[in-house]
Protein backbone atom coordinates (compact mmCIF):
# COMPACT_ATOMS: atom_id res chain seq x y z
CA UNK A 1 0.00 0.00 0.00
CA UNK A 2 1.15 3.51 -1.15
CA UNK A 3 1.95 5.07 2.22
CA UNK A 4 3.88 8.69 0.73
CA UNK A 5 1.92 11.65 1.32
CA UNK A 6 -0.07 13.30 -1.33
CA UNK A 7 2.66 16.38 -1.81
CA UNK A 8 5.24 13.12 -2.41
CA UNK A 9 2.67 11.43 -4.67
CA UNK A 10 2.09 14.71 -6.71
CA UNK A 11 5.89 15.38 -6.75
CA UNK A 12 6.68 12.81 -8.38
CA UNK A 13 3.79 13.20 -10.80
CA UNK A 14 4.84 16.47 -11.66
CA UNK A 15 8.39 15.81 -12.15
CA UNK A 16 7.76 12.85 -14.55
CA UNK A 17 5.28 14.97 -16.72
CA UNK A 18 7.73 17.61 -16.48
CA UNK A 19 9.90 15.05 -18.05
CA UNK A 20 7.77 13.84 -20.79
CA UNK A 21 6.27 16.95 -21.62
CA UNK A 22 9.42 18.54 -22.31
CA UNK A 23 10.62 15.52 -24.37
CA UNK A 24 7.24 15.10 -25.97
CA UNK A 25 8.00 19.07 -27.37
CA UNK A 26 11.18 18.09 -28.39
CA UNK A 27 10.86 15.94 -30.54
CA UNK A 28 8.19 17.77 -32.24
CA UNK A 29 10.73 20.88 -32.47
CA UNK A 30 13.48 18.05 -33.78
CA UNK A 31 10.86 17.62 -36.44
CA UNK A 32 10.89 21.57 -37.84
CA UNK A 33 14.56 21.51 -37.25
CA UNK A 34 14.62 23.58 -34.78
CA UNK A 35 17.33 20.85 -32.91
CA UNK A 36 20.67 20.90 -34.58
CA UNK A 37 22.41 17.47 -34.18
CA UNK A 38 21.69 14.20 -32.86
CA UNK A 39 18.38 14.48 -29.83
CA UNK A 40 17.87 11.08 -27.84
CA UNK A 41 14.78 11.16 -25.77
CA UNK A 42 14.08 9.69 -22.42
CA UNK A 43 9.94 8.68 -23.21
CA UNK A 44 8.88 5.49 -21.23
CA UNK A 45 11.94 5.95 -18.71
CA UNK A 46 10.67 8.76 -16.76
CA UNK A 47 10.49 7.16 -13.86
CA UNK A 48 14.23 6.20 -13.30
CA UNK A 49 15.70 10.03 -13.05
CA UNK A 50 12.29 11.16 -10.87
CA UNK A 51 12.66 8.09 -8.30
CA UNK A 52 16.47 8.23 -7.89
CA UNK A 53 16.83 12.63 -8.20
CA UNK A 54 14.14 12.81 -5.47
CA UNK A 55 16.27 11.69 -2.79
CA UNK A 56 19.33 14.41 -4.22
CA UNK A 57 20.12 17.98 -2.71
CA UNK A 58 21.96 20.70 -4.50
CA UNK A 59 25.56 19.42 -3.27
CA UNK A 60 24.87 15.61 -5.03
CA UNK A 61 26.03 15.80 -8.43
CA UNK A 62 24.52 13.53 -11.38
CA UNK A 63 26.92 12.36 -14.47
CA UNK A 64 24.84 10.99 -17.43
CA UNK A 65 24.51 9.68 -21.04
CA UNK A 66 23.52 11.02 -24.58
CA UNK A 67 20.03 10.38 -23.15
CA UNK A 68 20.58 12.93 -20.54
CA UNK A 69 17.50 15.25 -20.70
CA UNK A 70 15.44 13.48 -18.06
CA UNK A 71 18.15 13.44 -15.64
CA UNK A 72 18.90 16.82 -15.81
CA UNK A 73 15.48 17.79 -15.62
CA UNK A 74 15.46 15.53 -12.49
CA UNK A 75 18.38 17.24 -11.10
CA UNK A 76 17.32 20.65 -11.04
CA UNK A 77 17.68 22.11 -14.99
CA UNK A 78 14.57 24.60 -15.54
CA UNK A 79 13.21 23.54 -18.85
CA UNK A 80 13.53 26.69 -20.47
CA UNK A 81 17.13 25.90 -20.28
CA UNK A 82 17.02 22.89 -21.36
CA UNK A 83 14.92 23.50 -24.95
CA UNK A 84 17.46 26.63 -24.73
CA UNK A 85 20.61 24.36 -24.47
CA UNK A 86 18.87 22.16 -27.34
CA UNK A 87 18.21 25.04 -29.64
CA UNK A 88 21.83 26.13 -29.39
CA UNK A 89 21.01 29.77 -27.97
CA UNK A 90 22.56 31.57 -25.25
CA UNK A 91 20.48 30.57 -23.08
CA UNK A 92 20.89 27.27 -22.60
CA UNK A 93 22.07 25.80 -19.24
CA UNK A 94 25.92 25.49 -21.18
CA UNK A 95 25.31 28.59 -22.96
CA UNK A 96 23.91 26.73 -26.33
CA UNK A 97 27.66 25.48 -26.75
CA UNK A 98 26.83 21.47 -25.66
CA UNK A 99 23.41 20.81 -27.62
CA UNK A 100 21.10 17.76 -26.63
CA UNK A 101 24.13 15.09 -25.69
CA UNK A 102 26.49 17.87 -23.87
CA UNK A 103 24.36 19.33 -20.74
CA UNK A 104 26.19 20.95 -17.68
CA UNK A 105 24.57 22.92 -15.18
CA UNK A 106 27.26 22.82 -11.92
CA UNK A 107 24.72 24.80 -9.84
CA UNK A 108 22.56 22.22 -9.80
CA UNK A 109 24.95 19.35 -9.37
CA UNK A 110 24.28 18.58 -13.09
CA UNK A 111 27.74 17.48 -14.00
CA UNK A 112 27.15 16.37 -17.60
CA UNK A 113 26.26 14.24 -20.14
CA UNK A 114 28.21 12.52 -23.17
CA UNK A 115 27.64 10.93 -25.89
CA UNK A 116 30.69 8.49 -25.06
CA UNK A 117 29.85 5.40 -23.76
CA UNK A 118 31.06 4.35 -19.93
CA UNK A 119 32.56 7.44 -19.03
CA UNK A 120 29.91 8.85 -16.89
CA UNK A 121 30.94 5.88 -14.29
CA UNK A 122 34.02 6.61 -13.34
CA UNK A 123 34.00 10.81 -13.40
CA UNK A 124 30.73 9.48 -10.51
CA UNK A 125 33.74 7.38 -9.00
CA UNK A 126 35.79 10.34 -9.22
CA UNK A 127 33.45 12.35 -7.35
CA UNK A 128 32.70 9.92 -5.08
CA UNK A 129 36.41 9.92 -4.10
CA UNK A 130 36.66 13.87 -3.78
CA UNK A 131 33.91 13.75 -1.36
CA UNK A 132 35.31 11.00 0.62
CA UNK A 133 38.91 13.05 0.97
CA UNK A 134 36.70 16.00 2.22
CA UNK A 135 34.88 14.24 5.02
CA UNK A 136 31.51 15.64 3.08
CA UNK A 137 28.11 14.12 2.89
CA UNK A 138 27.56 14.45 -1.06
CA UNK A 139 26.68 11.29 -3.00
CA UNK A 140 27.43 11.23 -6.82
CA UNK A 141 24.96 9.29 -8.97
CA UNK A 142 25.99 7.58 -12.50
CA UNK A 143 22.92 7.24 -15.00
CA UNK A 144 24.19 5.06 -17.64
CA UNK A 145 23.02 1.80 -20.19
CA UNK A 146 22.80 -1.49 -20.55
CA UNK A 147 25.73 -1.07 -23.16
CA UNK A 148 27.69 0.62 -21.05
CA UNK A 149 27.34 -2.24 -18.49
CA UNK A 150 29.89 -4.44 -20.82
CA UNK A 151 32.25 -1.58 -21.19
CA UNK A 152 35.55 -1.35 -19.42
CA UNK A 153 34.25 1.25 -16.93
CA UNK A 154 31.67 -0.71 -15.79
CA UNK A 155 34.20 -2.74 -13.92
CA UNK A 156 37.11 -0.37 -13.29
CA UNK A 157 34.73 2.44 -11.66
CA UNK A 158 32.64 -0.32 -9.59
CA UNK A 159 35.64 -1.96 -8.22
CA UNK A 160 37.46 1.41 -7.50
CA UNK A 161 34.33 2.72 -5.57
CA UNK A 162 33.88 -0.88 -3.76
CA UNK A 163 37.29 -0.89 -2.43
CA UNK A 164 37.14 2.63 -1.07
CA UNK A 165 33.56 2.81 0.24
CA UNK A 166 32.84 5.38 -2.10
CA UNK A 167 29.24 7.13 -1.82
CA UNK A 168 28.01 6.57 -4.91
CA UNK A 169 25.26 5.05 -6.94
CA UNK A 170 25.61 3.16 -10.15
CA UNK A 171 21.92 3.25 -12.05
CA UNK A 172 22.08 1.56 -15.02
CA UNK A 173 18.52 2.06 -17.13
CA UNK A 174 18.42 -1.37 -18.79
CA UNK A 175 16.49 -0.58 -21.68
CA UNK A 176 16.59 -3.89 -23.21
CA UNK A 177 19.00 -2.19 -26.44
CA UNK A 178 22.34 -0.35 -26.87
CA UNK A 179 21.24 1.15 -29.85
CA UNK A 180 19.85 -1.34 -31.85
CA UNK A 181 21.71 -4.27 -30.46
CA UNK A 182 19.30 -6.13 -27.54
CA UNK A 183 21.26 -6.88 -24.17
CA UNK A 184 20.16 -10.77 -24.75
CA UNK A 185 22.77 -10.91 -27.49
CA UNK A 186 25.39 -8.70 -26.20
CA UNK A 187 26.02 -10.16 -22.72
CA UNK A 188 26.62 -13.87 -21.75
CA UNK A 189 25.04 -12.79 -18.89
CA UNK A 190 22.33 -9.78 -19.16
CA UNK A 191 21.35 -9.69 -15.69
CA UNK A 192 23.17 -7.05 -14.55
CA UNK A 193 22.29 -6.06 -10.75
CA UNK A 194 23.55 -9.67 -10.17
CA UNK A 195 27.45 -8.40 -11.05
CA UNK A 196 27.53 -6.22 -7.67
CA UNK A 197 28.49 -9.08 -5.64
CA UNK A 198 31.21 -9.51 -7.66
CA UNK A 199 33.06 -6.20 -6.44
CA UNK A 200 31.12 -6.91 -3.11
CA UNK A 201 28.81 -4.45 -3.12
CA UNK A 202 24.45 -4.45 -3.11
CA UNK A 203 23.08 -5.12 -7.02
CA UNK A 204 19.53 -4.75 -7.25
CA UNK A 205 17.26 -5.32 -9.71
CA UNK A 206 13.91 -2.97 -10.07
CA UNK A 207 11.17 -2.05 -11.87
CA UNK A 208 11.96 1.07 -13.62
CA UNK A 209 8.48 1.38 -15.03
CA UNK A 210 7.51 1.79 -11.73
CA UNK A 211 8.44 5.09 -10.18
CA UNK A 212 7.70 4.01 -6.33
CA UNK A 213 9.44 0.76 -6.59
CA UNK A 214 12.80 3.22 -8.12
CA UNK A 215 11.63 5.27 -4.99
CA UNK A 216 12.33 2.73 -2.36
CA UNK A 217 15.50 1.36 -3.54
CA UNK A 218 17.46 4.63 -4.57
CA UNK A 219 16.14 6.11 -0.99
CA UNK A 220 17.35 3.49 0.86
CA UNK A 221 21.14 3.47 -1.05
CA UNK A 222 21.36 6.82 -0.75
CA UNK A 223 21.18 6.73 2.90
CA UNK A 224 23.81 3.84 2.80
CA UNK A 225 25.92 6.13 0.60
CA UNK A 226 25.73 9.29 3.02
CA UNK A 227 26.26 6.71 6.44
CA UNK A 228 29.63 5.60 5.05
CA UNK A 229 27.91 2.59 3.68
CA UNK A 230 29.89 2.79 0.43
CA UNK A 231 28.38 2.20 -3.59
CA UNK A 232 25.14 0.47 -4.52
CA UNK A 233 24.56 -1.41 -8.35
CA UNK A 234 20.80 -0.57 -9.23
CA UNK A 235 19.24 -2.08 -12.80
CA UNK A 236 16.50 -0.74 -13.43
CA UNK A 237 14.31 -3.28 -16.39
CA UNK A 238 12.73 -0.44 -18.84
CA UNK A 239 12.17 0.36 -22.05
CA UNK A 240 12.24 3.46 -24.08
CA UNK A 241 9.13 3.62 -26.36
CA UNK A 242 10.67 6.09 -29.16
CA UNK A 243 13.36 5.73 -31.63
CA UNK A 244 17.02 5.27 -30.48
CA UNK A 245 17.62 8.91 -31.50
CA UNK A 246 14.79 10.94 -33.56
CA UNK A 247 14.48 10.90 -37.26
CA UNK A 248 16.22 7.26 -36.69
CA UNK A 249 14.11 4.03 -38.10
CA UNK A 250 12.53 2.03 -35.25
CA UNK A 251 11.79 -1.41 -35.95
CA UNK A 252 14.07 -3.32 -38.04
CA UNK A 253 15.59 -4.26 -34.82
CA UNK A 254 12.16 -4.38 -32.78
CA UNK A 255 8.55 -4.96 -33.20
CA UNK A 256 5.62 -2.29 -33.25
CA UNK A 257 4.27 -5.17 -31.13
CA UNK A 258 6.88 -5.10 -28.85
CA UNK A 259 6.95 -1.62 -28.57
CA UNK A 260 3.03 -1.11 -27.70
CA UNK A 261 2.82 -3.40 -25.14
CA UNK A 262 5.62 -1.98 -23.16
CA UNK A 263 3.32 1.36 -23.54
CA UNK A 264 1.03 -0.65 -21.69
CA UNK A 265 3.31 0.15 -19.42
CA UNK A 266 3.74 3.19 -19.12
CA UNK A 267 5.07 4.69 -15.53
CA UNK A 268 3.21 7.53 -15.64
CA UNK A 269 0.17 5.89 -16.78
CA UNK A 270 0.85 3.30 -14.06
CA UNK A 271 1.40 5.90 -10.95
CA UNK A 272 -1.64 7.92 -11.75
CA UNK A 273 -4.21 4.68 -11.76
CA UNK A 274 -2.60 3.46 -8.92
CA UNK A 275 -2.11 6.64 -7.07
CA UNK A 276 -6.24 7.47 -7.97
CA UNK A 277 -6.95 3.70 -6.61
CA UNK A 278 -4.89 4.08 -3.54
CA UNK A 279 -6.82 7.60 -2.89
CA UNK A 280 -3.76 9.43 -2.04
CA UNK A 281 -4.07 11.64 -4.81
CA UNK A 282 -7.18 12.46 -7.07
CA UNK A 283 -8.13 12.93 -10.83
CA UNK A 284 -8.32 17.11 -10.12
CA UNK A 285 -4.84 16.77 -8.89
CA UNK A 286 -3.23 15.08 -11.47
CA UNK A 287 -5.25 17.38 -13.95
CA UNK A 288 -4.45 20.80 -12.64
CA UNK A 289 -0.69 19.25 -12.49
CA UNK A 290 -0.82 18.32 -15.92
CA UNK A 291 -2.16 21.89 -16.66
CA UNK A 292 0.74 23.36 -14.97
CA UNK A 293 2.91 21.47 -16.62
CA UNK A 294 1.81 22.43 -19.83
CA UNK A 295 1.96 25.93 -19.36
CA UNK A 296 5.45 25.72 -18.20
CA UNK A 297 6.51 23.95 -21.32
CA UNK A 298 5.25 26.04 -23.48
CA UNK A 299 6.49 29.25 -21.59
CA UNK A 300 9.55 27.26 -22.06
CA UNK A 301 9.82 26.80 -25.25
CA UNK A 302 8.65 30.70 -26.28
CA UNK A 303 11.81 31.56 -24.60
CA UNK A 304 14.19 29.13 -26.17
CA UNK A 305 12.79 30.52 -29.31
CA UNK A 306 13.21 33.72 -28.28
CA UNK A 307 16.77 33.92 -27.16
CA UNK A 308 19.72 34.60 -28.73
CA UNK A 309 21.99 32.84 -30.95
CA UNK A 310 25.96 33.10 -28.84
CA UNK A 311 27.90 35.84 -30.21
CA UNK A 312 30.96 34.45 -32.61
CA UNK A 313 32.90 36.83 -30.09
CA UNK A 314 32.43 34.24 -27.20
CA UNK A 315 33.54 31.52 -29.37
CA UNK A 316 36.89 31.00 -27.11
CA UNK A 317 35.02 31.71 -24.04
CA UNK A 318 34.73 28.74 -21.64
CA UNK A 319 37.44 26.25 -23.15
CA UNK A 320 40.10 27.21 -21.25
CA UNK A 321 40.62 28.60 -17.61
CA UNK A 322 40.86 32.33 -17.52
CA UNK A 323 42.92 33.62 -15.01
Keep these: MNTLPRETVLALYRQMQ ?12 HQRGLIHGACHTYVGEEAIATGVCAHLNHKDVVFSTHRGHGHALAKGVPPRELIAELFGRSTGCSLGRGGS ?12 TSGIVGPCILQ ?40 WKLPVLFVCENNQFATEVPSSYASGNPAIAIRGVSYGIPGIEVDGNDVLAVYDVAGEAVRRARSGGGPTLIECKTY ?30 LFRANSEAQKTASAADFAAVDAEVQAEVAEAMKFAEGSPWPEGATATKHVYCEV
Design 18 to 29: VIRQCEEQLARS
Design 101 to 112: MHLFSPAVGMMG
Design 124 to 163: AAGAGYSFKLLKTDQVAVAFFGDGAANNAAFHEGLNMASI
Design 240 to 269: RTRAHAEGMGDFTYRTREDVEEWKKRDPIA
